[in-house]
C-alpha cells in the first residue's frame, strides 16, 4: 500500500526498524518537551498523511515506553484529516519524562475502516453471556 506523506517542519517519516513490524516508528518533532507526573501533552510528529477511503491512520503506544509509564492515547486520523499528525502523551510514570527531537514515541499503522449500517431494533438476540460484563468471566 502507499500512502502520501508531506513532512512539516524539517520532520520524520515514520519508519519500519524491522521488516516484519506491523507498525511503523514515529519521532517526535519538537525538542526538550518536559511531561510532569501525571501530565498529558500533544506532541507533533512533523508529518501529515492522506488516508485513503475506506481506511483509517491510527496512532498507538510503544509497548517499552508503556510498560515505563509513557502512555500514548489509541488515535483515528481520518480520510478528511490532512493536518498535521500528534502523539497524545500521558505520563503515569512517578517521574517527569523528557522528550527530544528524534526520540520514537508512538507508532503509526493503516488499516480497513467499514462503515455500519446501524439497524435500530427494539431486542437483540439471546447469548450465552447476555448482560454480563467487565470482569464476568473471572480470572482463571
Sequence with gaps: MEIKIKEIAEGFTPVYKHETDACADCMANVDNVIIPQGDTVFVPLGFAVEI??????????????????????????????????????????????????????????VQKSEKINFIKVNQLAESERGENGLGSTGIK
Aim: net charge positive; charged share 20%.
Design 52 to 109: 485513503p477511503a475506506g481506511y483509517e491512520g491510527i496512532i498507538k503506544g510503544r509497548s517499552g515506553l508503556s510498560a515505563s509509564g509513557l502512555i500514548c492515547a489509541l488515535g483515528t486520523i481520518d480520510t478528511g484529516y490532512t493536518g498535521e499528525v500528534k502523539a497524545i502523551l500521558t505520563n503515569l510514570s512517578d517521574d517527569a519524562w523528557k522528550i527530544n527531537r528524534g526520540d520514537r514515541i508512538c507508532q503509526f499503522k
